[in-house]
């Protein structure tokens, strides 16, 4: 009786750790989609940055309610 109580008690351990071995996994390849997600906001950011000087150092008040749809 004794064991198999200590052979159950193996099995569930070792599928816990297999179970927290694939949870790291998934983990670890959320984090680089984030840090990815990351990098391209902080890109986005920076050239929308970059269109809003140009736009005001070229004289005008540029807004995308000026702009024509490009299916005019």
Known sequence: ?????????ETKLAYQEDTIAQLNEVICRQQDQ????????QQLLGRVRDLSETATQ???????ADERPPHY
């Open 58 to 64: 070229s004289g005008g008040a540029f807004s995308a």
């Open 1 to 9: 009786m004794m064991e198999q109580r200590v052979i159950t008690i």
């Open 34 to 41: 984030i840090d990815a997600l990351e990098r391209l906001t």
